[in-house]
């Protein structure tokens, strides 16, 4: 039962490859949206002091993290990969284990390719896995759902960003609760 709850001191959050020579490949109406919910996420982490881990798959033909994410995080340091699975590059699992945190909030792009790979890798590593559905996106619907039930198969928890996010705020009436409920309106 432990997987299912999340506990904003032990988790951290995961955006994947959401990049500027990537994310036009994606239909605009699902991209539109992913890129709305990892901004809910980024926010919310900011102000509960939860960190975020950003990757980029090749940049140098993919471009850098998408600037509606890159300029609101509170910094910028992607972890660069070539690898489609994060957790192959060699850095990325060092700096994961750095933040000593047990549970990974999921997100990015592409969910069939290197989303679930990178879910794959971490749950072999011993970490638990929620990934934020409305946060990820494919090609092509099918590959999305089959990433999907295929993560779930593997044991992630399969969530979606307003769970997340008051899973995290746990109660109302604190100016979080105010400042999300504001953006998610």
């Known amino acids: 039962m432990d997987r299912f709850y999340l506990d904003r001191g032990d988790v951290l959050i995961l955006i994947v490859d959401i990049q500027d020579r990537l994310v036009p490949a994606m239909k605009h109406e699902v991209k539109d949206s992913v890129?709305?919910?990892?901004?809910?996420?980024?926010?919310?982490?900011?102000?509960?002091?939860?960190?975020?881990?950003?990757?980029?798959?090749?940049?140098?033909?993919?471009?850098?993290?998408?600037?509606?994410?890159?300029?609101?995080?509170?910094?910028?340091?992607?972890?660069?990969?070539r690898t489609f699975s994060c957790c192959e590059?060699?850095?990325?699992?060092?700096?994961?284990?750095?933040?000593?945190?047990?549970?990974?909030?999921?997100?990015?792009?592409?969910?069939?390719?290197?989303?679930?790979?990178t879910c794959i890798g971490l749950l072999k590593e011993g970490f638990n896995v929620?990934?934020?559905?409305?946060?990820?996106?494919?090609?092509?619907?099918?590959?999305?759902?089959?990433?999907?039930?295929?993560m779930r198969d593997a044991g992630a928890v399969i969530t979606c960003t307003e769970t997340v996010l008051f899973q995290l705020l746990k109660v109302a009436g604190t100016e979080e609760f105010k400042a999300i409920s504001k953006r998610i309106k």
């Not at 409305?134 to 295929?150: L, Y």
């Open 35 to 81: 890129i709305k919910n990892c901004g809910h996420l980024v926010e919310l982490s900011k102000m509960l002091s939860i960190p975020i881990v950003l990757t980029e798959q090749y940049p140098k033909g993919l471009g850098q993290t998408l600037a509606e994410i890159k300029d609101v995080l509170p910094e910028y340091r992607p972890i660069e990969k």
């Open 89 to 117: 590059e060699p850095n990325f699992l060092s700096e994961i284990k750095k933040l000593n945190k047990k549970t990974i909030i999921l997100s990015g792009m592409e969910t069939h390719i290197c989303v679930l790979q």
């Open 130 to 150: 929620h990934l934020v559905s409305d946060a990820v996106c494919s090609r092509a619907k099918a590959n999305w759902k089959t990433a999907i039930e295929f």
